[in-house]
């Protein structure tokens, strides 16, 4: 049984930081990219960052460039999206996906087209950024 869990979102201050986890089982995660995405209420879902699993390769969405680290722990089929100096506008409900290859992902987080389908979806973590 095939799952993403996220954890790690809540409330939290401007220029706060938070981290994202997303731990996952089921799947053999070599060949995978995984990639955070956000949604917050009225808007399209967006590519935030991901991260090739084999060979550690990342991706950042302008908006959070400098901003948020992506990182995985193979060890523990965990990848982790680090945030610092959140601001309001980061506000949304975060998930993780699994896609197999890259392609799908890198194109979403790099060039903002939000593929129609991957292989395997979190179920997300609210983050909210709010004095």
């Known amino acids: 049984q095939v799952q993403l869990v996220e954890s790690g979102g809540g409330l939290v201050h401007p220029g706060g930081s938070l981290r994202l986890s997303c731990a996952m089982s089921g799947f053999a995660l070599d060949a995978y990219t995984i990639g955070w995405f956000r949604q917050a209420p009225g808007k399209e879902r967006e590519g935030v960052s991901c991260?090739?699993?084999?060979?550690?390769?990342?991706s950042y969405a302008d908006s959070v460039k400098g901003r948020f680290t992506i990182s995985r722990d193979n060890a523990k089929n965990t990848v982790y999206l680090q945030m610092h100096n959140l601001k309001p506008e980061d506000t949304a409900v975060y998930y993780c996906?699994?896609?197999?290859?890259?392609?799908?992902?890198?194109?979403?987080?790099?060039?903002?087209?939000?593929?129609?389908?991957?292989?395997?979806w979190g179920q997300g973590t609210q983050v909210t950024v709010s004095s």
């Open positions: 996906a699994a896609d197999l290859g890259s392609l799908r992902l890198v194109r979403a987080v790099v060039n903002g087209i939000v593929p129609s389908k991957v292989d395997y």
């Open positions: 991260i090739g699993m084999s060979d550690g390769s990342t």
